[in-house]
């Protein structure tokens, strides 16, 4: 990817390879915010889930 110097919300990311326009420098911080958002709940989703196994579990000493 090819960033531009002037970095604002409509600036265009281009692929450093062929020079085709990928999308806006904004379009491409909200997908990333996005997609860093959504792993952080897979994370916090898949910790808590031990914690709800065990509640399930009946104990057996």
């Known amino acids: 990817m090819r960033l531009p110097l002037d970095l604002h919300e409509d600036a265009p990311i281009q692929c450093d390879g062929c020079g085709c326009t990928l999308m806006a420098w904004g379009a491409f911080k909200r997908r990333v915010e996005a997609e860093?958002?959504?792993e952080a709940g897979e994370r916090s989703?898949?910790?808590a889930r031990p914690a709800?196994?065990?509640a399930d579990t009946p104990f057996r000493p």
């Open 45 to 47: 989703t898949a910790a």
């Open 36 to 38: 860093m958002s959504r």
């Open 52 to 54: 709800e196994r065990a």
